[in-house]
């Protein structure tokens, strides 16, 4: 049953030291505010997974919080390289970064039978492509009514998972609405889980009889962060900040204009530092 | 004839490529604007997807992300990540996947992942992202790069996603019932797979541009198909469309931001 | 891309002799009027799936279209036996009815394997019980990562999947609500499909982001069919007529009076028979 | 005390074991009374899962087949059914299932597809529809039913869904992890496992009803825990919040005819 934290109470709780982490969102919903805090909260030794590792899982390899990375594209949206990410593989600063390196489609099947409860996933892929070669958890399996060989991988179960969302009630239930990503199934294959949300509602109110809701029972912590997906966005509530991936790409290129960067805007600061962001985009988009 | 870019001339190229009918799977950047351009003219009913789970959207400026509100606000619905490679991609609804990629081989082959040695990258590439089951899932694959030594290369340092894999019939023999890449959409030219080697061969040149200037710019012999066309010009309403909606797209990031 | 056609037309177009049909519908959305399209046009040696084959399933295999039926529970919800099914299987009558039996998460994931394009699903499944004793379509595959034997079961890929929904637009593009049951992997899953719908409307006009929409150029023929899922529900225009499933126990509990209900109900009338069916049932749910 | 029939002890026993904060799979029928029977009594709070895809549901009336509308109207959402047997059930996220069925043995496994053999059965049952899976992937298992001598059998004619298997460690040995039936709950008694041998044990006796009642119509040599209770008597609150619900579903029922 999900309880209602202040976001600093959530990580402490949820997330610790050697910990396999999935923050998830598709462009959508990316839970910038929870990264900083984990950030600040100095946790070592994790492995990251996501499909689209971006901004802060760049900030987050950079700040040496990561000892190894699952993943499928890892990029500045629409802007080019993840330069911490590209700093760690290709000249291991702070420090060494393993990868174990699938396509998306294989980690969305991943993840949807860590939520489905399965030992592993079966799916149409990794035909012709050298990513089987470096990545032993890529196997195959014939099917046993034609013998095609399917490709297989092992489900993602993370330790924790942590998304954002629009709303939660106030019993913990939670709605998403917009593009979807893969964060419903990185939460129902976790242990356990934080979201933070833009608000908390008493209730839904009148809503479609399929929306995406994860229900309470599902969800380990609830943290109310406005604009905690800060610059990513919030369908409804405001939208993406593409000047800020932009200037990412200045920021993070060199090790020195990073620390500074993360410094003033992630150590010497609070989760409430988002609500700003939150508020001033709302404005902006009316 | 209006003054253009090669980089409109390849957009261009590209869209006109799209008929009305098609299921287009597209990636950010180039392939993005040439699909909304196909759009926004000749082909006002094609389907777009982006792998963000948007289905039919209908974008009045270019996304700077795959999964920008944008997208989902013009769709038809938005389906979640999983579904949308598994119904969508797998299930063998797309008929054209657009692809590019740091390095091509001549048998279209993409690399998307490092430059030099995986373990000891000289540059890490963001990687395959969707593209390795783009390749195999869809009913044909359409590629869109400029050209340059760099990136036409001889031999790729890793294959992310596969085209006519060694040439001939190897694709076939690896299982796979797709066409793979039936054109190459480049800043010079347009390139189609030989129907026997299957190695991409010039089909059409963009005007002013001679061979020599494409083998320069190629890491291997570059083969010509036996009638070469000249690739029509940039019409006056298309570089007026492209280029509107790239005004658009700048002027409403800028506000964004 | 979707063609709007009249049932009749639809039906010819899509169903032929021998053909493997599925109609869905889980207890809501059920398919009746194009099930006695069917039956009216007198086809045979059906193969038919279906989780939960119920009244037009046993009107179907009682009126003789029937050789084999696929399926996980047939039975009148809440009420009891199918007559004309335990009638086809204990006796023979009309003729012999060879049957596929699985469980719901089985066909629940046939279904969904159909529609990703695999040649089969796996699944944790069927330990203990005798189903695989009986059903030489469930095998065993081993996870190559943890070793366990997982239940598998070949994908569902009928030759025409028929539903019915509470809209279609006017490009085709059809909607869904409520109750989702397979439907929407039933038509992915199949070469051909036909929607029946309450009402075909200029466009949907504001709705869930992530509403259950099958695309027009997934869908094989459309045709508007207000009251096409009576005596079953559409979830916003009428009810579940639980009358009728309880009165079809004694209708199809004689071949004699199932005969005669049929000729009179269906044989001598026109998929327009139903609207007055959708009519009478919105008033009394006002 | 009030008059009350053994159906009704039946419903409320049941009722009785299920907690505030179980998640729970209910079957129409039986089940479904007992789980509503808990919600609008002792435990407001408990989850109700309806394998139509209805997820936190809270009718007002019982639905006379699994997908009525009302459950989904009362959801607090409702899925697909491949997501329900995925993400829901085989997932693990269903603490208690409730089953019930046409034959059971002493080590609760049921029957629910035919009577006779197979390939020519003296009566054709429904089949197993979500039982074969909600048998191994829930928490634990609760199963309702009536009891006589055609349906508490020494031997099934057919294994529908696993119970305790051959008894003992038989289950575990399956591979399962999950308790099996912890709970068998009739019209004349409460039966658990035993310890050691899983043989469903008589522990509780309803009010009124003999132990020569219970071996009468049970098709094995019942066996009986070392201490047995006496199944407390329904209460008054009880037997009103389930007549009253009985009432309001015939009463809606038939006006929607």
Redesign the interface.
Known sequence: MARILSLAEAVKSAVHDGDTVAMEGFTHLIPHAAGHEIIRQGRKHLTLIRMTPDLIYDQLIGMGCVDKLVFSWGGNPGVGSLHRFRDAVENGWPHKLGIEEHSHAAMANAYEAGAAGLPCAIFRGYIGTDLPKVNPNIKRVKCPFTGEELAAIPAHRPDVAIIHAQRADKAGNIMLEGVLGVQKEAVLAAKRSIVTVEEIVDDFGPRSLNAVILPSWTIGYVAEVPGGAFPSYAQGYYPRNNAFYKEWDNIARERDSFLAWMKTNVLEKSPGAFAAHARKMRTAAE | MADYKPNEMMTIAAARALKN?D?CFVG??MPSAAANLARLSHAPGV?LIY??????TKPTVL???????E???T????????E????W?????ISIGFLGGAQIDKFA?LNT?VVGP??K?????????????I???CGEIFIIMAQGKRSFVDKLD?????GH?QGGDS?AK???KTKGPTRLITDLAMFEPDPETKEMTVVSIHPGVTREQIQENTGWKVRYAAKVAETPPPTARELEVLRDLHARTARV?????
């Open positions: 009918e299921v950010i950047g389907t792998e963000s789970g948007t289905l039919a996304p700077l992300s795959i999964g920008d509100g997208l989902c606000e769709a038809l619905t938005t389906v979640s990540v999983p949308m490679f598994r119904y991609l797998q299930g063998g609804r082959n992942t995986y373990d990258p000289k540059v890490r590439l963001p990687g395959g992202g969707g593209a390795p089951e390749a195999i899932s890793f294959v992310t996603s596969v894999a694709r690896l299982g796979l990031q800028g506000e964004a931001a």
